[in-house]
């Protein structure tokens, strides 16, 4: 999935999405090859735009809140997709399948497993 995600220039991330990794880091104390690989990961996601939030884009976060009863966290998520122009969003976290504001969910892990890759 990822590697058609690059192939086809099509992928981005969300600025939580690398500092997540970047915790992980601190909380195992990751080290030696594991540590080189991960920076491998990171330097790959270097090249994909990342979306950061701005002030307005907060605003439509707690709309998203509101509207879909999501947590912030959750919407937040949905919104840099949208803000990415993104049509598909690979979470295992939210219900695949489910769409919000034109942004259709996909737990990757359940369409590996269906031999389906969410397009």
Known sequence: MI??????????????????????????GWAGNQFKGLAE?????SHWPVVTPRADDLLQVMGFQEKFG??????????????????VLYSEGLTSGQSYAGVKIVNPFLEAASGKDGD
């Open 3 to 28: 590697e058609s995600l690059w192939i086809s220039k099509k992928g981005s991330t969300q600025h939580s999405g690398i500092a997540r990794i970047s915790s992980g880091v601190d909380a195992v």
């Open 41 to 45: 990961i990171l330097e790959a996601f």
């Open 70 to 87: 999501l947590s912030f966290y959750d919407a937040s998520i949905i919104q840099s997709a949208l803000a990415g122009q993104c049509s």
